[in-house]
């Protein structure tokens, strides 16, 4: 048995996440993000235990081509679109949802003869990355519905700020996307998971029979706003990171730990080194003091992570022993929390797993 570090998948969390959401979104369909492997979390696991997700959403053509090996039966929404007239052929044929969000790909599809695609027009209300100004909305909407590959034209836009709930650019962005929906009748999407859990009152003030939700972070438990954690919505994290100890031992006061000796016992302790490094995705990024949990026991990481392991400082009366369980974020440990250590976001973290060992999981 291996004792390399490796993600648990709990499908009970996973079940939580989506009805929270569900609840959420006021009777708006889900789009259920699972790009980038599903968040690290594994696409054939994620969208085979999402049986309710009204449609699943990946960044790139090559995901799309997984996703649809997988076969849910569900929509597939291509969110950056096509890049090319083979690729617009291939969705075409292959029933997939594409956003179009720049001129090429709508010059694309007018010269596409056959399709029946789902097209969703992505307006750029204050991202500032893809999507059209809003005052070209009702042209191109004429544009895309005289397509003869385009069955159905959906809106789109982005949120750009919807995580600082003390900024007025999400109410900006709304004011500027509000106008075109009163003149437009067809299905839209604006509020991603931040959205979602930090403006419910804009979800509920949309006609949720027209409205999609996307919804990302949220559905793997996790929140994407600074200094909270998904347990504060009723959120489940559906990774545990794990691993286990692979040897103690003893260090007098002043001894120096790891590559550059960057940490020092300040007093007679004991060491646990993990079978975790940033080969495994535990980003070299954690300073000493992250927190991490040794058989349910909070401890500090000690000196610089390495490509295959770590070490943490477990005390001086400890009785720790090799194969003693490890957690490197999951339940009683958030991401979110294990991220803000690194400097960075929880995104980060989860999809930067490398799974050199098989993900197990868990129901």
């Known amino acids: 048995m291996s004792?390399?570090?490796?993600?648990?998948?709990?499908?009970?969390?996973?079940?939580?996440?989506?009805?929270?959401?569900?609840?959420?979104?006021?009777?708006?369909?889900?789009?259920?993000?699972?790009?980038?492997?599903?968040?690290?979390?594994?696409?054939?696991t994620v969208v085979g235990n999402l049986p309710d997700a009204d449609s699943f959403a990946v960044a790139r053509y090559s995901?799309?081509?997984?996703?649809?090996?997988?076969?849910t039966g569900k929509p597939i929404v291509l969110l950056k679109g096509i890049l090319d007239s083979e690729e617009l052929s291939d969705a075409l044929y292959r029933g997939f949802e594409m956003v179009v969000h720049c001129a090429r790909q709508v010059e694309l599809l007018e010269r596409a003869?056959?399709?029946?695609?789902?097209?969703?027009?992505?307006?750029?209300?204050?991202?500032?990355?893809l999507g059209f100004e809003p005052?070209?909305?009702?042209?191109?909407?004429?544009?895309?519905?005289?397509?003869?590959?385009?069955?159905?034209v959906r809106l789109m836009t982005h949120l750009a700020n919807a995580d600082d709930k003390d900024d007025d650019t999400t109410s900006r962005q709304l004011a500027a996307f509000q106008p075109?929906?009163?003149?437009?009748?067809?299905?839209?999407?604006?509020?991603?998971?931040?959205?979602?859990?930090?403006?419910?009152?804009t979800a509920a003030s949309y006609d949720s029979s027209r409205s999609w939700v996307r919804a990302g972070l949220c559905l793997y438990g996790v929140s994407p706003f600074?200094?909270?954690?998904?347990?504060?919505?009723?959120?489940?994290?559906?990774?545990?990171?794990?691993?286990?100890?692979?040897?103690?031992?003893?260090?007098?006061?002043?001894?120096?730990?790891?590559?550059g000796g960057t940490w020092k016992a300040s007093a007679p302790t004991r060491l646990g080194?993990?079978?975790?490094?940033?080969?495994?995705?535990?980003?070299?990024?954690?300073?000493?003091?992250?927190?991490v949990l040794v058989d349910g026991r909070r401890v500090a990481l000690a000196g610089r992570v390495s490509m295959d392991m770590a070490a943490v400082d477990l005390g001086a009366d400890?009785?720790?022993?090799?194969?003693?369980?490890?957690?490197?974020?999951?339940?009683?440990?958030?991401?979110?929390?294990?991220?803000?250590?690194?400097?960075?976001?929880?995104?980060?973290?989860?999809?930067?797993?490398?799974?050199?060992?098989?993900?197990?999981?868990?129901?």
């Open 3 to 44: 004792f390399g570090a490796r993600a648990l998948i709990r499908l009970g969390a996973l079940e939580n996440n989506f009805e929270r959401v569900c609840a959420a979104a006021n009777g708006a369909k889900v789009m259920a993000v699972v790009k980038a492997n599903a968040y690290g979390h594994g696409l054939r």
């Open 63 to 71: 995901e799309a081509l997984q996703l649809h090996d997988v076969g």
């Open 113 to 129: 003869t056959t399709g029946n695609a789902i097209v969703w027009l992505k307006l750029d209300t204050g991202m500032r990355r």
């Open 135 to 152: 005052d070209r909305a009702d042209d191109l909407i004429v544009r895309l519905n005289n397509c003869r590959s385009v069955a159905e």
């Open 180 to 201: 075109i929906l009163r003149r437009f009748d067809g299905a839209f999407s604006i509020v991603n998971s931040a959205g979602l859990l930090g403006w419910p009152e």
């Open 226 to 259: 600074p200094g909270t954690s998904g347990g504060d919505f009723g959120l489940k994290p559906v990774m545990e990171f794990s691993s286990k100890l692979i040897g103690v031992k003893a260090l007098r006061a002043g001894e120096a730990v790891g590559y």
């Open 273 to 291: 080194i993990v079978s975790a490094g940033y080969g495994d995705g535990y980003t070299r990024f954690l300073p000493s003091g992250t927190p």
């Open 318 to 363: 400890a009785t720790d022993e090799p194969g003693a369980p490890v957690t490197l974020w999951g339940p009683g440990l958030p991401v979110e929390e294990v991220a803000a250590h690194a400097g960075t976001i929880p995104y980060q973290l989860l999809s930067g797993l490398t799974h050199r060992e098989r993900s197990e999981v868990l129901e």
